[in-house]
């Protein structure tokens, strides 16, 4: 797929990348936050969130931000309602310790055909939630991965490799106290041979230098954005310690 090459491309260049994540239905502007943030390095922008239903205004978020910025705009869905026309990509998930078949296949199947029909390309991704208390994982109805046990990310980012999995997204949670721990990243990263996605309560510079050392492609960025008052200067630290790693 174009949008996979482009981001392995941009990896390679890079070592390690941004994609901050837009929340359509709690970005004041998103557009303008989607210029500045791809001004400031950003590789792609990510649209939705693990609560979004509505789909109206998802697609008008989308639309605005394509008609302002270059870089890619790739859907993260929480449910079906999640799927969009206008993005050029998704990250089809499977939130592999969920204890809900419905979000392991079952919306995967519902929402298979829109992604066909709209001519969304589809990134297979692991989603595996880390800790507890957030909204993913309430909604995903996770049992998550305790932070102190590496080895069972490893588990799951291994199966999701040997089932064809492209993409493991390691996730503490929007707004999670704690991030997903360094050793865990490093311990993934070890065994797991396709592009690894960490977010979740990733706020300083220092933080996402660590994560990206422990060997992260991918870096996810969220509440920071628009929540803290500096967050233009932060975002820019952020990308430029995640590449000097
Ligand atoms: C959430 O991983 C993303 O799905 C981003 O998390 O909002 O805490 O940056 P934050």
Known sequence: GKVEQYLRNEIKKHGTICLPLIDSENSTDAAAIARKVEEKGASAILVGGSSAIDQLELAKVVAEIKSKIKIPVILFPGNVTGV???????????????????????????????????????????????????????????????????????????????????????????????NVPVEMVAAVRKQYEGTLIVGGGIRSPETAGQIAKAGADIIVIGTMIEKDGDWQEKFSSIVKAIRAR
């Open 84 to 178: 969009s026309p206008k993005a050029d990509a998704i990250l089809f998930s499977s939130l592999l310790n969920s204890e809900d078949p419905y979000f392991i296949t079952g919306a995967q199947a519902l929402g298979a055909i829109a992604v066909k029909k709209y001519g969304i390309e589809p990134l297979p991704t692991a989603y595996i939630i880390v800790g507890e208390g957030t909204a993913a994982w309430f909604v995903g109805r996770a049992r998550g991965i305790p932070f102190h046990k590496p080895n069972l990310a490893v588990m799951y980012s291994l199966a999701a490799q040997y089932m064809g999995m492209r993409f493991v997204y390691l996730e503490a949670g929007s707004g999670a106290s704690q």
